[in-house]
């Protein structure tokens, strides 16, 4: 029988984190679910408020907080462009002194931590597909900056934490992923899709919709990043990317949503954002090799669950769209 442990998730009743949560829990692990609603709601961990080997925190990671755990999941920060472009300070100062809080608490209490970094390190790539070497090419100035210079900066705070201290790391790069619980108005191609195909609206494409993206399903991610914290290697800390290789232009996945819904959504063209990448594919040779891990769900399997979901919400349960100036 594997361990039971004390397991901090930050950013826990988020999209990815209520996963996470919820597969630790049924797991037997202690869960504390930290987290401030900034981008989520109670509603994404309701289901687990009553049981004895779950609890809830609202707190922001930006303040320095103090708990014994095991092991520290961190993924508090907004994660769609619409989101993290709100208050671009606020998201950097969450990805920075949040990662010196986690770091802080892993040094105090041995614990391991494991940080949810992603492909926007790699920026706009020159490079592809995107293999873990490639350094990236990210405008420190653009409108993206705040999220990709964030979570660059956490990953080398992450790093000398284990030079210097050797502080218990591990890092994760994670591509474009989605699932069920995606917050209908986050913004993100795939939640936008799916909302705009089965009320009617236009299916907003931005650009010529040539752009690329690789689209992971949820379980797939969570499956990999528990992977990642618990594999046992001296030294290796990562980071290693975690998404699915199929690579899919943003029409195409435009059109497999029209598809799959049934939906008489036009395709409609609008500005492409600043920054946009042209082009992104994870290369997950090092997430094969280490920790025998690789994506089982297709695309088209992932949407039609993730569909099913999106036709069960009632929209008006969910905050409008966050503004994205
Ligand atoms: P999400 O927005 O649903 O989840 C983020 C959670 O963090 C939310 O519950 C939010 O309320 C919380 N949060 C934000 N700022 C906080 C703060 N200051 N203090 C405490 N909590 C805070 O997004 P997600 O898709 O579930 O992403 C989870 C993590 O994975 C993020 O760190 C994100 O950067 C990373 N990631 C996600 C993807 C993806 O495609 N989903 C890709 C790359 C990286
Ligand atoms: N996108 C789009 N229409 C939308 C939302 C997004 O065409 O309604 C495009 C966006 O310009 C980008 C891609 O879809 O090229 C993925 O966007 P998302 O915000 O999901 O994530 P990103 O990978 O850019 O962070």
């Avoid at 442990?5 to 930290?34: M, N, P, Q, Y």
């Avoid at 494409?205 to 528990?226: K, M, N, W």
């Avoid at 395709?267 to 690789?294: F, M, N, S």
Wanted: charged share 20%; glycine share 8%; net charge neutral.
């Amino acid at each position: 029988m594997s361990m039971i442990r004390r397991i901090l998730v930050t950013g826990g009743a988020g999209f990815l984190g209520s996963h996470l949560c919820e597969r630790l829990v049924k797991a037997g692990h202690d869960v504390i679910c930290l987290d401030n609603f900034f981008t989520s709601q109670k509603t994404n961990v309701q289901h687990l408020l009553h049981l004895p080997n779950f609890e809830l925190i609202r707190h922001d990671i930006t303040q320095p907080c103090w708990l014994e755990v095991d092991q520290i999941y961190n993924l508090a920060c907004p994660a769609a462009p619409g989101h993290y472009q709100h208050n671009p300070i606020k998201t950097m100062k969450t990805s920075v002194m949040g990662a010196f809080h986690v770091l802080g608490m892993a040094k105090r209490c041995g614990a391991r931590v494991l940080q949810a970094s992603t492909s926007e390190v790699y920026g706009d790539p020159e490079v592809h597909p995107q293999p873990e070497t490639y350094r990236g090419a990210v405008n420190t100035l653009g409108p993206r900056a705040c999220y990709d210079e964030g979570k660059r900066a956490a990953e080398t705070i992450f790093v000398d934490y284990h030079r210097m201290h050797g502080a218990d790391v591990r890092m994760v790069r994670i591509f474009n992923t989605y699932g069920p619980r995606m917050h209908p108005y986050d913004g993100r191609v795939v939640s936008n899709f799916i909302r705009q195909a089965l009320t009617g609206e236009d299916i907003t494409i931005f650009g010529d919709g040539s752009q690329t993206r690789s689209f992971c399903y949820r379980d797939d991610l969570v499956e990999a990043i528990i992977r990642m914290m618990e594999h046992e290697e001296p030294g290796f800390i990562g980071p290693v990317n975690i998404g699915n290789p199929g690579e899919f232009t943003i029409k195409q996945l435009a059109e497999l949503t029209i598809e799959l819904t049934g939906s008489k959504s036009r395709l409609v063209y609008k500005d492409l954002p600043a920054d946009d990448p042209k082009q992104r594919r994870p290369d997950i040779t090092l997430a094969k090799q280490k920790l025998g891990w690789e994506p089982t769900i297709p695309l088209e399997q992932g949407l039609k669950t993730t569909i099913d979901w999106f036709r069960g919400i009632d929209l008006s349960h969910y905050r409008a769209p966050t503004p994205n100036y």
